[in-house]
């Protein structure tokens, strides 16, 4: 099982909106509404911020949200804040009981 | 409290196993699942694989079948992941992560296929 594709980075500045992608195949993104995402800081444990694909935990803060589209799922936040600066993972359900993360992204607030 | 409350560091040498423990409290032990993930210094997340803390069936990712065994002992509220002839590679922190899930009393436990409690993690130093 190959890992889900991420871009090692993106940025942007305070109050702007970014988007992370999470690129997989039809093996997993595309054959399940079962992609969640992370937020880590460094030395920290991930953050759970979103699961099957668009909902959020109680807690999270509705300027995270996540959208799939084929064998991509994406996760966007807007009104970008310093403590966002962290790194994203996305993770889709792969079927026969396992999973796959994806890369990482780091994201920058500039 | 949820907490999932992971064994100390370990240091091993090529070719040795290690056993990690994860004990688990402020939840019903049997009824979530529990999975372990792994991250090398400066990589990204890797699952390794799942255990039912009812029932102690194991699903284990391709890359670990041959090296890796969960279980667990109910009577603790503990799963274990032991990983063997460690190599250089295996360098990482490897946490137990609980699988998220919703519970009503007509329909039981419904499984999100997410990890919504992280234990501490646990670094495996692999060094000759």
């Known amino acids: 099982q190959s890992a889900l594709t991420q871009p090692a980075s993106v940025s942007g500045s305070p109050g702007q909106s970014i988007t992370i992608s999470c690129a997989g195949t039809s093996s997993d993104v595309g054959s399940y509404d079962l992609v969640s995402w992370y937020q880590q800081h460094p030395g920290k444990a991930p953050k759970f911020l979103i699961y099957?694909?668009?909902k959020r935990p109680s807690g999270v803060s509705n300027r995270f949200s996540g959208s799939k589209s084929g064998n991509t799922a994406s996760l966007t936040i807007s009104g970008l804040q310093a403590e966002d600066e962290a790194d994203y993972y996305c993770c889709s359900y792969a079927g026969s009981t396992t999973w796959v993360f994806g890369g990482g992204t780091k994201l920058t607030v500039l | 409290q949820v907490l999932l409350l992971q064994s100390g560091a370990e240091v091993k040498k090529p070719g040795a196993s290690v056993k990690v423990s994860c004990k688990a409290t402020g939840y019903p032990f049997t009824s979530y699942y529990l999975h372990w993930v792994r991250q090398a210094p400066g990589q990204g997340l890797e699952w390794m694989g799942i255990i039912n803390p009812s029932s102690g069936i194991t699903t284990y990712a391709q890359e670990f079948q041959d090296r890796v065994t969960m279980t667990r002992d109910t009577s603790t509220s503990t799963v274990y992941m032991e990983l063997r002839s460690l190599r250089s590679e295996d360098t990482a922190v490897y946490s137990c992560v609980r699988e998220a899930a919703d519970y009503s009393a007509s329909s039981g436990y419904y499984y999100r296929r997410a990890f919504d409690i992280w234990g501490q993690g646990t670094l495996v130093t692999v060094s000759s």
């Open positions: 099957e694909v668009t």
